[in-house]
């Protein structure tokens, strides 16, 4: 199998991690360098970057507590080399039932067959709205 091939799998086996609520496999595909970027620096209380540690403590621990099953709809999906790149629309119900469906691009990069970095590009007025504010906004 190719490299492109592996990556892309790697990533789509990543993204049905979120349907399953399954942390600890989202965890044991990631490096121990692992760092994650989010868009929106200044504006979106999520945005920034995290380490391995911090990114299960913040970003991941604040989707679980609130998103019941995200499930990722990959609308497209180019692999070049080390570089994975994913257009996603997010399908799930806040834990008080209303919707987060939200829009997204990832650019993974992996080595040695984990993710060693993720950066997320994303509407965050909508996530801020919805994750962070309690509004319901409806779809993104």
């Not at 942390?23 to 970057?49: K, N, P």
């Not at 604040?62 to 080390?82: A, S």
């Not at 994913?86 to 039932?97: N, P």
């Amino acid at each position: 199998m190719i490299m492109e091939d592996r990556n892309r799998q790697l990533i789509l086996a990543y993204l049905e991690t979120y349907e399953r609520g399954d942390a600890q496999a989202r965890r044991d595909m990631l490096s121990d360098d692992f760092q994650h970027w989010v868009c929106g620096e200044g504006r979106f209380a999520l945005s920034g970057t995290r380490d391995k540690r911090a990114y299960f403590s913040d970003v991941a621990q604040v989707m679980g507590e609130k998103v019941q099953k995200l499930r990722m709809e990959v609308l497209n999906i180019i692999c070049e080399g080390d570089q994975v790149c994913v257009e996603t629309r997010g399908h799930a119900t806040m834990a008080d039932g209303r919707p987060y469906n939200n829009r997204y691009v990832f650019i993974y990069k992996i080595s040695g067959g984990k993710i060693v970095s993720i950066r997320e590009y994303l509407d965050t007025i909508y996530a801020q709205g919805v994750l962070v504010e309690g509004k319901n906004l409806g779809a993104a």
